[in-house]
């Protein structure tokens, strides 16, 4: 059951990713171009996602357990710290070369976009890249 709503909750997210426009690196590469040719439409879809997420958290927050039964596990950081700032600029940096941010990258290779074939390649090495790192910083 679990894996059916979490195949039910990517499906409605990437749907809506496509309906937005969201998959498309030109839009998001158009939202960040504030010096040319500014697309705005972004600032729209991510507000509308706040909203509708911070309503789904007021929510959950009362829950003891999800809808599917599994218990609430809420992060437990809450601070800002240097990791958090570098790893926000790499993302940063990330998305404004490439266009895409994970989401949208797995929508557009899933779809057979070149581009977001090798933007996912050169993610899934990153994390494994940092996987590792951190394994060794733990030793």
Known sequence: MVALIAFASGLVFGLGL????????AKVLGFLDIAGQWDPSLAFVMGG????????????????VSLSGEPMRWPSATGIDLRLAL????FGAGWGLAGFCPGPALVAAAAG??????????????MAIFSALEFLRRK
Request: proline share 2%.
């Open 18 to 25: 496509i309906v937005s426009g969201m998959a498309n690196p």
């Open 49 to 64: 996602a706040v909203v509708i997420t911070a309503a789904g958290f007021a929510l959950l927050r009362r829950r003891r």
């Open 87 to 90: 790893g926000s600029v790499a």
């Open 113 to 126: 976009v070149q581009e977001a074939l090798i933007f996912v390649a050169a993610m899934v090495a990153g």
